[in-house]
T-cell receptor, first 114, second 113 residues
């Protein structure tokens, strides 16, 4: 069965420090990969997506992610975080043979310490 | 260009009641998906509508039903509410099915007491 695992439920980091949020997936078919951000009491906003091509994907707000097919991972990184990055981050996959549903990880709360 | 809007933003219902949640798609989008997000968890796919027809369904019982209208707005109906139905319900619209990006509304927070 397909699944998405976000290895850390919370990641505390000091302001201006780098951060990596980890995401691994399990699938028997090829996938499209997404990272979404959810600010408190709001819906989900797309940060970046991998469909094909270069495995390093750049997104909004200075975030980037790297697709590693052999390790079935899609980790999210930012070289220097800001207090405004405090939010919950969700990794999601869409199966290449499916027209519809996204399969989601449980989320990682990014906590920025001043 | 307006984004995805959902109504109401908050709702309190009693166990056994029925509820209707509404979603207006982003302009030009013909595909709508609904997700349930329980507290502290990732979203779970309920179903998707494409051009007024159900296009796919997740692991939810039949008391979760939906509609999509000719203007591509959508409703989620839940009958016989249970306490475990308390969650944030998210609507997402897309310009088509497939690998395109989904645009999310701010959600409806449903509390069942």
């Amino acid at each position: 069965a397909q699944s998405v695992t976000q290895l850390d439920s919370q990641v505390p980091v000091f302001e201006e420090a780098p951060v990596e949020l980890r995401c691994n997936y399990s699938s028997s078919v090829s996938v499209y990969l997404f990272w979404y951000v959810q600010y408190p009491n709001q819906g989900l906003q797309l940060l970046l997506k991998y469909l094909s091509g270069s495995t390093l994907v750049k997104g909004i707000n200075g975030f980037e992610a790297e697709f590693n097919k052999s390790q079935t991972s899609f980790h999210l990184r930012k070289p220097s975080v800001h207090i405004s990055d405090t939010a919950e981050y969700f990794c999601a996959v869409k199966l290449s043979d499916s027209n519809y549903q996204l399969i989601w990880g449980a989320g990682t709360k990014l906590i920025i310490k001043p | 260009e307006t984004g995805v809007t959902q109504s109401p933003t908050h709702l309190i219902k009693t166990r056994g009641q029925q509820v209707t949640l509404r979603c207006s798609s982003q302009s030009g989008h013909n595909t709508v998906s609904w997700y349930q997000q329980a507290l502290g968890q990732g979203p779970q796919f309920i179903f998707q509508y494409y051009r007024e027809e159900e296009n796919g369904r997740g692991n939810f019982p039949p008391r979760f039903s939906g509609l999509q209208f000719p203007n591509y707005s959508s409703e989620l109906n839940v009958n016989a509410l249970e306490l475990d139905d308390s969650a944030l319900y998210l609507c997402a619209s897309s310009p088509a099915t497939g690998n395109t990006e989904a645009f999310f509304g701010q959600g409806t927070r449903l509390t069942v007491v």
